[in-house]
């Protein structure tokens, strides 16, 4: 989505150019009336280009390297998604995969969805590669294997989907993974439902990773609110999740494991999930883990407001395992926030380490034992315990078993006081926590053994509180927040409402800058907006709360980037100058851009130079003043009602003497800048960086793959280098590949009218 690099690679995959391949584009309706007509002609490497429009069909491929996308990747309009529907037939998949194990299938920028009284897959797998990319995945009710099930060694690669209101009579809601492999960055999954176990994934035998996905209100009748992984491979992650307001009725409202030879879950938030009091298990209440071998690492979590009645509320462990840099605030249970028990007389070890428990609360009526927010359960384990915090927790920090013997070690704690813990025998004056008697609790610390404090208070800066703004899309920024915790990364929230209240929001998680650019906010309508910058464990603080007001009177152009020269660069010769494409938001509108150089940098009186539509203009040496000069230089994009924008940044460049030109550096990397003029009549420039001497292939294409001609085929020096085609070809679209070398290619469009 970020212009000219989204727009190479979509050219990339759309046309198959990138390996000199004669990729075909089919288009749906244009071309074939049907998706699986078009598919029927395809051959390894084609894509299917979907017009916006809604098709009722199932398809089935065979095994091919295939692309079908809709017209989103084109124009990244993320409302092309959701007009281009893809609804299966009754009782059918949607997309039936039976591939060969190394073909690969993309889906990209579709709404696979489904009538309220029909059932089916979204999509079938068997062998073979997944991608799925940028789609809507919704209202799929299913008795078994979920929306999306793969199977014989299938695997699925899921980036920025939306998953919600799928059902399943039985397991895994969205998917059922069975002997395959699954890996999610930057999805959400919202309001799915198993009727047994996994109310979003149910995966045994294959390989798990898991990042930047937000999970929210999903439900499993039985076990695994949101997943159950079972026998995974190696190497599998869970990373920077949030797990919010998930529902088990039976164990683990989060996530449920059994056999595995690696897990990891780190820096993920899990709050407000719950087991209700009419629970099935009576173990394990957010995450439930049981393994004879393998260690489970949970690392720099943030658990906030879950509940369950069971012993674990929060994690359930009969494994091996190492829990370091978590923080536990306000978590309730009736028996134990984290506990650890025994299979089959296996001496498992559970080390805790660098965590902060604050006013998490064990309820207790009448008599404490056999409960604590921490307890071992077992008299085959050993809970070692050392270098955490304890604050202000209700019932036993730490508990003791009625029935058997486990080891502990919990010294070296602090307990929330430099008295130490309330212990009746050791330490009977403390004023911290209440530890159990069994317990040995000397030494303890007098201070804090861990830092964990929320990010500080941050400023807001554009817009600015009561803005009118008639330019879409809008970029938010703000200024960097500050964490106490040395070790921390600071991610933000942007948050942006109808309402001052917030109830009904949108929230663009795991932003890693200071600012944003959204571009579906709606003219006419005013806007509350806010920020929350969260660290590791989700600490978090929120900006104050301004409003903004969008106005549909002529939107101006967006914003936009200068690419080349770079930044105080030394020149000679003629300059090529390139900024990146605006884009207009107003209907029939157009934009024309006009290059200003100023030699003083004030811009009162600006040398100008008006390119139309073109993002790039060469300036000859001897339209500027003698060598020795320094310039600054911007760009202008005026749309037909005369809204104006600057581009974003102002560069400077001086014109560099005759030593200049022996000591001027060379290009530090291969680029192939923007064609001049484009479109075009009948000659185009082209101006090519290279770094290093090199075989260099320049080569024009039509848009179906076909070759037309080679510009050139040699070794070039280092340096800048220009070619000129002279097309003698009919009006349309062609493309200019370059390749050099071995490893570096690059792709750009031109457009020829006559």
Known sequence: MQGRKTLLLTLLALFGIWQGSRATIHRVPQHYDTIQSAVNTAVDNDTILVAPGTYHESVYITPQDLFITSEYLLHQDSLLIYRTTWEGEDDSPTLYLSLGAQDAVTISGFTLSRDPDEQGHAITIYSGILNLDHCVVENHAVTHYGAVYLSDAAIANVDNCIFKNNQTENDGAVFYAAYSSLDIAQCQFIDNYA?????????????????????????????????????????????????????????????????????????????N???????????????????????????????????????????????????????????????????????????????????????????????????????????????????????GNIGYAVGYPILATPQYNVENNYWGHASGPYHILQNEDGQGDTVAIELDILPFCTEPCNIMEPPEPFELLWPENGSMNDTLPVRFSWLAANDPNPDDEIDYMLEISLTPQFTSSDKYWFITGENHIVENLEPECTYYWRVTAYDNVWMDWTSETRTLTVTDIGLAPCAFNLDSPPNDTGIRDSILFVWDATIDCSTDDSVTYFLELSPNGSFDNPMVWPTGSDTAIVVYENELSPSGSRYSWRVKAVDTRGHCTLSNQVWNFNMLDVVGKQSETLPLQFKLYPPHPNPFNQQVRITLAVPRAEHVRAEIYDILGRRHCVLYDDRLDAGWHEFQWYAKVASGTYFIRVQAGTEWISLTRVVLLR
């Open 273 to 391: 999930n719950e087991i209700p009091d009419n629970i099935v298990s009576p173990y394990g209440g957010l995450i439930y883990v049981c393994d004879y071998d393998s260690t489970i690492k949970i690392y720099n979590n943030g658990f906030y407001n879950n509940y369950a009645s069971t012993y674990g509320s929060v994690s359930c462990l009969r494994a091996y395992g190492r829990i370091e840099g978590n923080y536990y605030e306000g978590n309730e249970t009736e028996k134990s926030i984290i506990s650890l028990n025994c299979v089959n007389s296996i001496n498992f070890v559970l080390q805790l380490r660098d965590n902060v428990f604050r006013d998490n609360v064990v309820q207790s009526e009448g008599e404490n034992a056999g409960k604590g927010v921490l307890i071992a359960n077992s008299t085959d384990v050993c809970l070692s315990a050392t270098d955490n915090d304890f604050h």
């Open 195 to 271: 009727g047994s176990d996994g109310g979003v994934v149910y995966l045994y035998g294959g390989r798990f990773n898991c990042a930047q996905s937000i999970f929210l209100a999903n439900e499993a009748e039985e076990e695994g609110g949101v997943m159950v992984i079972d026998f995974l491979q190696t190497d599998n992650q869970i990373v920077r999740c949030r797990f919010d307001g998930n529902i088990s009725r039976g164990s683990a409202s989060a996530i449920e494991c059994y056999g595995y030879d690696d897990l990891l879950i780190r820096e993920c938030y899990f709050g």
